[in-house]
């Protein structure tokens, strides 16, 4: 999340290669090239989780060929002033589904590698956004955007306390796991029918 002003604590060598490590021992192949995050898009989410906050992906920094991206981004991030100071400007995002779901695909990996969300939950996620991207049309992409980083950074949270709060008062039968919860956040965010009404349906 490129607002926030921590620090960033960088993975050791060995972690990363573990991670690695079980993912293929899992799902019996490295990830490819192309969605192979960098060192630090998984430092960054697992500091996130290490939080317990939401672990939000923006993909004005989180795509394809993460290293190529990093770098983009060192010049794009800070403007120099007039007056010789330097402005931090907000990054934009993915202009296009296409790009988004490249995104989506490196974000994927990453949480797959820390076991945060099943790689099917996320499939399901990007189906429910391109069908909507179909229903309204690409003129219509900003909407379907906005709404989707609004879930995913806002929403997200209130979800997670909506699951707790449900598994305290009934545990029986619950699958929540208070440990990893963004595996339910996922389903329930895309049941949330009241939600994507109020915030991308009724703009457009």
Excluded at 88 to 117: A, H, K, Q
Excluded at 140 to 163: K, P, Y
Excluded at 171 to 197: C, I, Q, Y
Aim: with cysteine.
């Amino acid at each position: 999340d490129p607002s926030l002003d921590s620090e960033l604590v960088r993975m050791h060598g060995h972690e990363i290669r573990a991670l690695y490590s079980n993912f293929k021992t899992k799902w019996g192949a490295d990830p490819h090239e192309r969605v192979e995050p960098t060192v630090e898009q998984i430092s960054a989410v697992k500091q996130l989780l290490d939080a317990d906050l939401v672990p939000y992906c923006c993909f004005s920094v989180v795509g394809t060929h993460g290293r190529r991206l990093v770098d983009k981004l060192t010049y794009l991030a800070w403007q120099f002033m007039p007056d010789g100071t330097w402005v931090r400007r907000e990054l934009v995002g993915p202009p296009s589904f296409n790009e988004w779901r490249s995104s989506v695909r490196v974000m994927r990996t990453i949480y797959t590698l820390l076991d945060v969300v099943d790689p099917v939950v996320l499939e399901n996620y990007g189906d429910f956004i391109r069908e909507h991207v179909l229903l309204y049309g690409d003129a219509c992409w900003f909407l379907v955007d906005q709404a989707d980083r609004n879930m995913r950074r806002e929403q997200f949270e209130r979800l997670r306390r909506q699951a707790e709060q449900r598994h305290v008062e009934t545990p029986m039968g619950s699958n929540f796991d208070p440990a990893k919860p963004w595996k339910t956040v996922f389903r329930m965010a895309l049941a949330d029918a009241e939600w994507w009404n109020a915030n991308m349906h009724r703009h457009i």
